[in-house]
């Protein structure tokens, strides 16, 4: 297999998708792709989506999954767009999705009809499950900690791990979402990640850009043990957890999250349709005032 990866960046979220294809087959799968939100005007569109469009068939390939690395709390999937522009594609996630599904149901009182058993989505992915599409072989490594449903996969010589590890100039993701844990994600990177070989190409779901520098997505094991600002190598537990959760006290919420974790637990479904023929997101309000209302 000659592997080969495309990198699309979205600045407005500081998101990477990736295509990722076998150059002989032309089998080829997407990673956390994006769709489009302006929360002024609420106004969805599908720039990014179209980019990776263009890119699959200008390469001629042969897409088989939208592999999501978790439900994304800073921007909407676009999943769906691909199901409908591919047919036989399968959107997949963990299976611990469910948990994820069970706290933001209680979290958006959602009616009864919103299940939690992951149906919404077509495959749901066992840890270190292997999945085939095509010639490629896909492995799930569990990263969870950041949500319970984090998944990184391993491809070739090249794992992909959303929000689980970032440049090494940056650190790890954050744990203080509903159900997050930073001694679980502390254990998951030095087991499933920290322990492939060094050369192991690392591929992030976001970059933050510290400092200004230019936008980078690609590090390696072997950079990341040795280097990352918040977890190298030799990094205890207690030091891990102590700093993650100090930090996490002070960040504030991600300015999309209830937009994109509504559409995100749903597989990327867009609410449905309503009798004026017009979509509605639900936001919780979170009241912070010093007189009743």
Partial sequence: MKQAIKTFYDPATFTLTYVVYDEDSRDAVVIDPVLDYNPIGSIVSD?????????????????????????????????????????GIKVAISGRITGVQTVFKSVYNLEESFVTDGNQFDTLIEDFETLEAGTLRIKALPTPGHTPACLSFLIGDAVFTGDALFMPDYGTGRCDFPAGDARTLYRCVTDNLYSLPDETRVFVGHDYQPGGRDVAWESTIGDEKANN???????????????????????????????????NIDAGHLPKMESNNQRYLKIPLNLKMQRAV
């Fill in 47 to 87: 720039e990014s989506f179209q980019q990776v469009v263009d890119f699959v068939a200008e390469n001629d390939l042969k897409l088989h999954y939208v592999l999501e690395t978790h439900a994304h709390a800073d921007h909407l999937s676009s999943s769906q767009l691909f199901r409908d522009e591919y047919p």
């Fill in 229 to 263: 600002i918040q977890l190298k190598a030799d990094t205890t537990e207690d030091d891990f957890v102590t700093f993650r959760e100090q930090r996490d006290s002070g960040l504030a919420a991600p300015k999309l999250i209830y937009q994109s974790i509504l559409v």
